[in-house]
Each structure stands twice: as C-alpha cells, then as structure tokens.
C-alpha cells in the first residue's frame, strides 16, 4: 500500500511538472505571464523586470543575454526556479542630480537666498555631491543628490513637473519651483539621456520530491 501511495505521488507531481511546462510554452508576453499568475500562486511565482544598468548579477546578465522566450533552470535539493524571458526593450533613461528645498523645512523668504548662495558655490568650484548633502530635503541627499537611471515615468516620483524635455547641457545648473507644495529644486544634468536594455522575466519555483 505504501509503495502505491508512493507511486501515485510521483505520478501526480510529474504530471503537473508537466503541466507547468506546457503552460510555461504558451506564454508569450505579459498579459498571458500575468494570467498564468494568477492561477499558479505558488510562492516564489514572480514577473521580474531586469535592466542592464541597475542589475548586475551573474543571472541578470545571463538572462539579457537570452531571446524572447529563452529559458534557464536553477535548481537545488528542494526546488526547481525557472526564469523565462517574456518581453525585451530598449528604454530610454535619464539621470541628475538635484538639490530640494522645501519650506516645511526653510523659511520662504530665507530659500532664495540659500539657492543664490548653493549656485554661488557651485560655480567657485565646490562639488555638488557635497552641496546636497549640506543643503537638501530629499531622501537621496546622502547619495549626492543623484536619481540613479530612471524612465521618464520614474522621473514623476521626484519632481511634480516634467524634467526630461529641458535643454540643458551638462554640468549647468538650472532651477524649478513648484509653488502650490513649497517646493523648489536646484538640478544637475550629470548624463545625457540613454537608452537601457530592459527584460521581463517569469519566474516559476517548484518543489522538488
């Protein structure tokens, strides 16, 4: 009897292990990765964007490397991970640096001031990186004031306009205000804009018996 239990559970785990792979051959894009998703909600079941610049791990590179549709499996005692390459673009992507004064914080009438004496600084040759440290609101005020590479989607979590159409060359400093929030931002072009390869990947982690 045990031995039948035993062998009906092999049975039952290679059918869906086969299942899952023919499911996992039908998926084509995003829409059908998100379906798949949502009735395969094991634990570990995942869709992973990966890009060239901010992912550099032995796997994400292995995995820019392959094809729409490429596949790898890592496997170890207890599951098996397979990665499925869904969808592949080439994004473009900014990146500045920037200073944020916020008057919760500074007074109104003191921030003009502060900016004048920030781009004063700046020009006598002090780096900016220093300046935001010394001077900014935001979060990234410790990294320098540096955004990192970022779609133009991205670019809305930090400013409340538009900064990716500006005209401006590199190295020049230029400055916005945002009136309704009491918000005003010295800013650093520090790279021009660059398109990033970018990867959606379908992530499947089965147990191992």
Do not use: C
């Not at 869906?16 to 570990?44: H, M, P, R, V, Y």
């Not at 060239?52 to 005692?77: M, R, Y």
């Not at 969808?87 to 008057?103: C, M, P």
Request: charged content about 25%; cysteine-free; proline content about 2%.
């Amino acid at each position: 009897m045990k031995h039948f239990i035993l062998l009906l559970s092999l049975i039952t785990f290679t059918l869906s292990a086969q299942e899952t792979t023919a499911d996992l051959d039908l998926i084509s894009d995003t829409t059908s990765a998100e379906e798949f998703l949502k009735t395969n909600k094991n634990k570990g079941n995942k869709l992973i964007t990966f890009n060239e610049e901010k992912h550099k791990s032995v796997l994400a590179t292995n995995l820019l490397k392959l094809p729409i549709g490429g596949k790898t499996t890592n496997q170890n005692s207890f599951e098996k991970t397979t990665y499925k390459v869904i969808e592949k673009n080439s994004i473009a992507h900014y990146r500045l640096s920037y200073i944020l004064l916020d008057v919760k914080n500074k007074k109104a009438s003191s921030i003009q001031a502060t900016i004048n004496q920030i781009i004063s600084a700046y020009d006598k040759g002090s780096p900016f990186d220093f300046l935001a440290k010394k001077y900014s609101d935001a979060d990234n005020a410790t990294r320098g004031g540096d955004t990192g590479w970022l779609t133009k989607e991205d670019m809305s979590l930090f400013f409340s306009v538009d900064v990716t159409e500006n005209q401006y060359i590199e190295k020049e400093l230029y400055t916005l205000e945002n009136d309704d929030k009491g918000l005003y931002y010295i800013i650093l072009n520090t790279y021009q804009p660059k398109e990033i390869k970018e990867i959606k990947v379908l992530k499947i982690v089965e147990p191992r018996h």
